[in-house]
């Protein structure tokens, strides 16, 4: 028996694991992860029987082989660390993150007399594999050129102090996929000669992520290559397509599909007609018996991963070579190492800092969305310098009364730089959309993070944008007034993300507030609209496809209020002398029904209006909210978010009348000729 240690617990262990199993002559004697809970999940589900903290403390196991399955800073380390345990090594791509690395650690085998083998999984794929022999017999003719288009997403950064590696280096991107990409190139061109790799920061994905365009143009011993590599495109893609002098190979390593395009002895139109139509079939064939492979489990999910975990061992068993040598990863490192230590620095200096013309005084959050610039704008033309926390760097320079501080809210250090030496932070941010990783970094972490740091430095006042959906909907009688003491809503995680981060986050500042560790002051405004918010649908409508869908009749009143209100709400806030933990609703109390909010958007050509009972959505919500509890993922209909989609109307904003001295400058009728253009005759 081959006695395998892992060493990483993280998504790719699963695939590792699985394979292992497969095997009769492997045993897994333990898995290491200083993530025990993470390292426990894996060992439960693949029959582990021991989870360790290290590597250095699976030693205890006597394992015969590692595998290496952690971020790439990592590799070179933990490979030369389990050699010298007497271990062989099974390491995931890219090898290392330098030539030098990769000598050590193939000098480390050489001297103890230890298989290294680095784990290149897409040239192992069947699919690959498969049109590596078509090409060999000679399928394509001479192959005269090679492109691999590879798309990707990363799981978003949930905050906190520790930020996923994909994160941390601008070259993480380029690690992870680039490298299959060059060594696929090889297996089907020959060594590569020179390669040009160029890197991109769209401005449109994760801006954690920073460059997240890259593509590579190559040649090679026997034709020219090229990679495209993006975290923007969708769908997922994964293909190869091979030019040759007598045929055009697609792979799709996704679908496991091949598809040849050759030439016949007809007219091209007629060639084209029954190329396509023949291609056509057989990916319709391949796909569906590729679909019952999946589902009767012959074939595995991340095939290459399986079948390069089964050859390596094999060949270990039998005392082989592996089917990756360890010159062939250094090799790829070789044509890396450059790239990645270049943008590295092009991230940190993308992510400079401009040191401002005027010290600050005043740190908003969330400056880049509808409330944050209005506020932006009215502290600029009142001459106050502002420091901005955004996500990225804007596409022209700041201008020098703006100090901008670049990073994710949900990063405790990126905060403490931002709050430093601030009087007054206005924290406008929050998730608005995603999954629970985004809600969960921008508003819980993000509103933890600000906390903090007021804390540590002492600001003088916190401004904190809460929401009116974090009270009771589904419960609230008719006609009853909302204000600052209405109930809290009871059943916050059926309502989705936005109200359940949101509650939470507002209890934690007012928690704060009552321990008196930092001054406090809420904001709850209303609806907020004016310019730029026109396509937003007013309280319980549904944007669906553009067209807005009212539940019910339009009659219920609209709790609105206009944006440049709001801000005068906020600055009064900031220096009102109110206790510490005060909450102010602001709301118009003129109000708008729905149906004439949505008439007057649609008079002026803005919006296509629906009005929908409650009972049909109700019965949809129930069908969905069984579906989503069979497939144990959430749904964006219920019947408790279909209770709670009724406006909060009327609303009491006394407090903030009296205590801020508070009143709505822009009327309800100003505010939507402002914000739709106008009356119409």
């Known amino acids: 028996m081959i006695k395998v240690g892992l060493v990483g617990a993280g998504y790719v262990s699963t695939y590792h694991a699985r394979a292992l199993r497969s095997l009769p002559f492997v045993e897994m004697v333990g898995i290491a992860d200083p993530e025990q809970d993470r390292a426990l999940a894996v ?175 190559v040649e090679c011993e026997n034709g020219t290559g090229q990679m495209y590599i993006s975290w923007n495109v969708r769908p997922m893609q994964n293909e190869l397509i091979v030019h040759g002098t007598r045929g055009v190979l697609h792979v799709d390593c996704y679908l496991q599909t091949l598809s040849l395009r050759k030439t016949y002895p007809a007219p091209k139109p007629v060639q084209r007609i029954f190329g396509a139509g023949t291609n056509a079939l057989g990916t319709l064939w391949k796909v569906t018996a590729n679909t019952l492979r999946f589902a009767t489990g012959r074939l595995k999910p991340a095939p290459g991963i399986h079948v390069s975990v089964v050859k390596f061992h094999e060949a270990l068993h039998q005392g082989a070579p592996p089917p990756v040598p360890p010159e062939e990863g250094r090799r790829i490192i070789s044509l890396i190492e450059d790239v990645s230590r270049r943008a590295d620095a092009d991230k940190c200096a993308y992510l400079t800092e401009s040191e401002p013309a005027q010290v600050p005084r005043v740190l908003i959050t969330g400056a880049t969305g509808f409330l944050g610039r209005a506020l932006v704008s009215r502290l600029r033309a009142e001459g106050e310098p502002l420091r901005l926390l955004v996500r990225r760097p804007p596409e022209k320079p700041a201008p020098p009364d703006l100090h901008l501080v670049y990073g994710d809210l949900g990063n405790p250090a990126v905060v403490d730089r931002a709050v430093a030496g601030m009087e007054i932070v206005f924290h406008v941010g929050a998730a608005m959309k995603g999954g629970p990783f985004e809600f969960h970094s921008g508003t819980i972490w993000g509103t933890r993070n600000i906390v903090d740091a007021c804390y540590r430095h002492g600001v003088r006042r916190l401004v904190y944008v809460s929401s009116l959906s974090v009270l009771d909907h ?102 009102a002398d109110v206790p510490n933990g005060s909450i102010f609703q602001v709301v118009d109390p003129a109000g708008v029904r729905q149906k004439e909010y949505v008439e007057y958007a649609r008079r002026h050509g803005r919006v296509r209006a629906l009005y929908v009972p409650a009972w049909p959505l109700t019965v949809a919500g129930f069908a969905l909210e069984r579906l989503g509890k069979m497939l144990k993922r959430s749904v964006p209909l219920t019947p408790y978010r279909v209770k709670s989609i009724t406006p909060l109307w009327p609303c009491d904003c006394t407090a903030a009348h009296t205590r801020l001295g508070w009143t709505p400058r822009v009327s309800v009728a100003e505010g939507l000729e402002k914000t739709f253009g106008g009356p119409t005759s």
């Open 43 to 217: 060992a439960r589900r693949f029959d582990i029987p021991r989870i360790y903290p290290s590597l250095a403390s699976m030693a205890e196991a006597q394992p015969n082989v590692i595998h290496i399955l952690t971020p790439p800073a990592s590799h070179a380390p933990l490979a030369l660390q389990a050699m010298d345990m007497g271990c062989h090594v099974f390491v995931e791509k890219p090898m290392a993150e330098t030539v030098a690395d990769c000598d050590r650690m193939i000098e480390r085998a050489r001297e103890r007399g230890l298989v290294l083998s680095v784990n290149h999984s897409a040239r192992m794929d069947p699919i690959v594999l498969r049109a590596l022999d078509l090409i060999a017999k000679g399928a394509c003719g001479q192959v005269t050129a090679v492109d691999f288009f590879r798309s990707s997403d990363y799981a978003a950064y949930s905050g906190g102090p520790v930020v996923p590696p994909q994160f941390r280096n601008g070259s993480y991107p380029f690690q992870d996929l680039g490298v299959h990409g060059l060594y696929l190139l090889e297996a089907f061109l020959g060594p590569i000669r020179h390669a040009d790799t160029r890197y991109y920061a769209s401005g449109i994905g994760d801006p954690n992520l920073v460059f997240d365009e890259w593509r590579t143009l």
């Open 474 to 575: 589904a419960g609230h009688v008719p006609g009853a007034p909302i204000d600052e003491h209405s109930p809290y809503e009871p059943q916050a995680e059926r309502r989705g993300f936005y109200t359940q981060t949101k509650l939470e986050a507002e209890r934690m500042v007012l928690e704060a507030a009552a321990a008196n560790r930092i001054q406090v002051v809420v904001v709850r405004p209303g609806q907020i609209y004016g310019p730029g918010a026109e396509h937003v649908p007013p309280s319980g409508t549904i944007n669906v496809g553009g067209r807005w869908v009212v539940v019910g009749s339009g009659e219920h009143f609209v709790p609105l209020v206009y944006v440049d209100n709001v801000v005068d709400a906020l600055l009064e806030a900031a220096q």
